[in-house]
């Protein structure tokens, strides 16, 4: 069933097209899909800036900003004012073209990976049938762009931070698309849509004949012991892709400042702020797609909010979360971010393909929930242990320096 | 258990995140411009001119000795001396600044001005708030800004004002005690000219004055 709230961006859209001739409608439907997601979600990166720095302010028992405008709400164009007005500082022997480009490739891969994600019922750019595997591809080439940052800036910080960036990013790269393999065995494709509409549907009671039936438990494959494994491991390794805290070695003030865009200035500086938040929610917009049902809502008496709604509140509670996180966590050191990366997280998304092998072909039941979770929830006490265990430290022996 | 440290880390800041909304004393900050914290007694910045009475100009009591001048480390004092001669607190004619600036944007507060002060014309001020767009012209304090009263001495720093005022006084009073023996050295004296010269020296202001 649908409402006619929930469609009616895909009408409105259908109605605007309907004003140029049909020779035109590819490129005018094109338009139409793209100019909002150029407009949302530069919007919330906006209201995210401002809930992060209210949010750990509160957090530390501070106000945080609350100046400009009523409660601070006019922070973020201060601050969008304040960067495109700064002077755009480039250095003499940087090379200038790759500095240039840089940041504009960040944000620009941060943008494509917006267009398999579906933000409602029939809001989705492009439904590719490999659209899971296309995000990963177009994530892969934020890389790429720090690199090109941190190298063409030619500064020993920039280069330190990008090389600390691509090993702890290709390092995180690798479970985070394990994690999403057993959504992809579960659902059977890679279409993102597909995925969506495999998490539609809710185990419930009867209640009378006249409320009839109600869904309490979502189908969202989050809800299964393979998926809430998935979805911590994706969205641990998520934080890491992002560069946020606790992983957010590739900058430290104490060390090597701002990192791989310490030789950025004003508007680029704000780009590459901006793309990084962009990798986030396009990183959490995928978690939802693949673990949290989507624009699915959670109950099916509440079927009747516009599913996209239901997509950004899950979009901004996972962004709550990203902040929290962030407000709470020291950040970890190189040799425990990667062992985390290799020793924790890769065996536990290994070993979750096993379990979701284990629960597809187990008979439903209280027994398959047993063999799951016993399957996960040994290795994952065992493993800890042996990242916990006490390093010894010894004076090293050289052979031939004495 | 892996985790229970970070659970337990993500309630004592989810406590802090809810508690600063319902508790007001979670949240220290002072809301500078409006709210101040109260500042100690011996709190002081830059340095400020006395002056007695009413008039400030009458009643300043520096006698533009150009010790300060001399003794401030970053030179920050520039004194130029009257030619002419006024009356000053007790109505002995003095010398008087015709010139007195302090440059703050120079001053380092050290207070030095002030020790070797005979006078106790010079004091340290607790204004902060000093900001102005004309960096050179706008912290070139004149005389005329520098000079503050008495009253307001007490005001901001009431104990050392009472010990300054105690100590003039007392001064005075043996001046006067000086005077009038020697007045009534020369009274006693075979009665030669008429004493016509040293009046007991009538304070032209109060002295010392009181705190109010």
């Given at each position: 069933?649908?409402?006619?709230?929930?469609?009616?961006?895909?009408?409105?859209?259908?109605?605007?097209?309907?004003?140029?001739?049909?020779?035109?409608?590819?490129?005018?439907?094109?338009?139409?899909?793209?100019?909002?997601?150029?407009?949302?979600?530069?919007?919330?990166?906006?209201?995210?800036?401002?809930?992060?720095?209210?949010?750990?302010?509160?957090?530390?028992?501070?106000?945080?900003?609350?100046?400009?405008?009523?409660?601070?709400?006019?922070?973020?164009?201060?601050?969008?004012?304040?960067?495109?007005?700064?002077?755009?500082?480039?250095?003499?022997?940087?090379?200038?073209?790759?500095?240039?480009?840089?940041?504009?490739?960040?944000?620009?891969?941060?943008?494509?990976?917006?267009?398999?994600?579906p933000?409602?019922r029939?809001?989705v750019?492009?439904d590719?049938n490999?659209g899971v595997?296309?995000?990963?591809?177009?994530?892969?080439?934020?890389?790429?762009?720090?690199?090109?940052?941190?190298?063409?800036?030619?500064?020993?910080?920039?280069?330190?931070?990008?090389?600390?960036?691509?090993?702890?990013?290709?390092?995180?790269?690798?479970?985070?698309?394990?994690?999403t393999v057993v959504v992809i065995m579960q659902a059977g494709s890679l279409s993102t849509v597909s995925i969506v509409e495999k998490q539609e549907g809710y185990s419930?009671?009867?209640?009378?004949?006249?409320?009839?039936?109600?869904?309490?438990?979502p189908h969202w494959f989050v809800f299964t012991?393979w998926g809430?494994?998935g979805?911590?491991?994706?969205?641990?390794?998520?934080?890491?892709?992002?560069?946020?805290?606790?992983?957010?070695?590739?900058?430290?003030?104490?060390?090597?400042?701002?990192?791989?865009?310490?030789?950025?200035?004003?508007?680029?500086?704000?780009?590459?702020?901006?793309?990084?938040?962009?990798?986030?929610?396009?990183?959490?917009?995928m978690?939802i797609t693949l673990f949290l049902g989507g624009w699915n809502?959670?109950?099916?008496?509440?079927?009747?909010?516009?599913?996209?709604?239901?997509?950004?509140?899950?979009?901004?509670?996972?962004?709550?979360?990203?902040?929290?996180?962030?407000?709470?966590?020291?950040?970890?050191?190189?040799?425990?971010?990667?062992?985390?990366?290799?020793?924790?997280?890769?065996?536990?998304?290994?070993?979750?393909?096993?379990?979701a092998?284990?629960w597809h072909?187990?008979?439903?039941?209280?027994?398959?929930?047993?063999?799951?979770?016993?399957?996960?929830?040994?290795?994952?006490?065992?493993?800890?242990?042996?990242?916990?265990?006490?390093?010894?430290?010894?004076?090293?022996?050289?052979?031939?320096?004495? | 258990?892996?985790?229970?440290?970070?659970?337990?880390?993500?309630?004592?800041?989810?406590?802090?995140?809810?508690?600063?909304?319902?508790?007001?004393?979670?949240?220290?900050?002072?809301?500078?411009?409006?709210?101040?914290?109260?500042?100690?007694?011996?709190?002081?910045?830059?340095?400020?001119?006395?002056?007695?009475?009413?008039?400030?100009?009458?009643?300043?009591?520096?006698?533009?000795?150009?010790?300060?001048?001399?003794?401030?480390?970053?030179?920050?004092?520039?004194?130029?001396?009257?030619?002419?001669?006024?009356?000053?607190?007790?109505?002995?004619?003095?010398?008087?600044?015709?010139?007195?600036?302090?440059?703050?944007?120079?001053?380092?507060?050290?207070?030095?001005?002030?020790?070797?002060?005979?006078?106790?014309?010079?004091?340290?001020?607790?204004?902060?708030?000093?900001?102005?767009?004309?960096?050179?012209?706008?912290?070139?304090?004149?005389?005329?800004?520098?000079?503050?009263?008495?009253?307001?001495?007490?005001?901001?720093?009431?104990?050392?004002?009472?010990?300054?005022?105690?100590?003039?006084?007392?001064?005075?009073?043996?001046?006067?005690?000086?005077?009038?023996?020697?007045?009534?050295?020369?009274?006693?004296?075979?009665?030669?000219?008429?004493?016509?010269?040293?009046?007991?020296?009538?304070?032209?202001?109060?002295?010392?004055?009181?705190?109010?």
């Open positions: 069933m649908t409402f006619p709230l929930d469609q009616i961006f895909v009408v409105a859209k259908q109605w605007m097209r309907g004003y140029v001739p049909p020779i035109a409608w590819p490129v005018t439907s094109a338009i139409l899909s793209v100019v909002p997601i150029l407009i949302a979600f530069p919007l919330l990166f906006a209201i995210t800036t401002l809930l992060e720095r209210k949010g750990l302010g509160r957090i530390q028992n501070r106000y945080g900003p609350n100046r400009t405008g009523p409660w601070g709400l006019f922070q973020p164009i201060a601050d969008g004012v304040k960067s495109l007005t700064k002077e755009d500082i480039v250095p003499l022997t940087a090379d200038h073209a790759v500095h240039f480009l840089a940041p504009l490739l960040l944000v620009a891969a941060a943008f494509l990976a917006y267009a398999v994600l933000i409602g029939n809001m750019l492009v590719l490999a595997l296309y995000f990963f591809a177009v994530g892969s080439v934020v890389e790429l762009a720090v690199f090109m940052a941190g190298w063409s800036s030619r500064s020993k910080y920039s280069l330190l931070g990008a090389m600390r960036a691509i090993a702890q990013m290709i390092s995180y790269e690798v479970p985070l698309v394990l994690a419930g009671i009867w209640l009378h004949a006249h409320s009839g039936f109600i869904g309490i438990i012991p809430f494994v979805f911590v491991l994706f969205m641990i390794a998520a934080t890491a892709e992002s560069n946020r805290s606790p992983f957010d070695l590739p900058e430290g003030e104490s060390e090597i400042i701002a990192g791989y865009y310490i030789e950025y200035s004003g508007f680029k500086f704000a780009l590459f702020f901006l793309g990084e938040y962009l990798g986030m929610f396009a990183t959490s917009g978690a809502a959670p109950f099916s008496f509440f079927t009747w909010i516009p599913t996209y709604v239901w997509f950004f509140a899950k979009l901004l509670t996972l962004i709550g979360g990203f902040i929290w996180i962030r407000g709470t966590l020291p950040r970890l050191r190189m040799d425990q971010l990667m062992n985390l990366a290799w020793e924790f997280i890769l065996p536990m998304a290994i070993l979750n393909m096993l379990v092998g284990v072909f187990m008979p439903g039941g209280p027994l398959r929930w047993l063999v799951c979770i016993v399957i996960i929830a040994i290795p994952c006490v065992l493993l800890s242990r042996r990242l916990k265990r006490k390093k010894k430290f010894e004076i090293r022996t050289y052979s031939f320096a004495n | 258990m892996v985790g229970n440290g970070i659970l337990k880390g993500l309630t004592e800041t989810a406590r802090n995140f809810l508690g600063s909304y319902v508790k007001k004393d979670r949240l220290t900050t002072v809301q500078y411009p409006e709210e101040r914290l109260p500042q100690i007694e011996n709190t002081r910045d830059f340095p400020f001119l006395i002056y007695d009475g009413p008039d400030w100009h009458a009643g300043m009591r520096c006698v533009a000795c150009q010790i300060c001048e001399k003794e401030c480390p970053p030179k920050c004092i520039f004194i130029d001396k009257s030619k002419d001669k006024k009356p000053d607190a007790v109505g002995k004619p003095q010398a008087y600044p015709a010139v007195f600036n302090i440059d703050i944007s120079v001053c380092m507060s050290c207070q030095i001005c002030v020790e070797v002060c005979p006078f106790d014309a010079i004091k340290m001020d607790v204004v902060y708030d000093l900001p102005t767009d004309d960096r050179f012209g706008g912290l070139l304090l004149d005389k005329k800004k520098l000079a503050k009263s008495n009253e307001y001495y007490h005001q901001i720093h009431p104990t050392e004002a009472a010990a300054v005022d105690g100590a003039l006084a007392e001064e005075r009073a043996k001046a006067d005690a000086k005077v009038k023996a020697a007045a009534e050295a020369k009274a006693a004296a075979p009665a030669t000219p008429p004493p016509a010269a040293p009046k007991p020296a009538a304070p032209a202001q109060p002295v010392g004055g009181d705190p109010q």
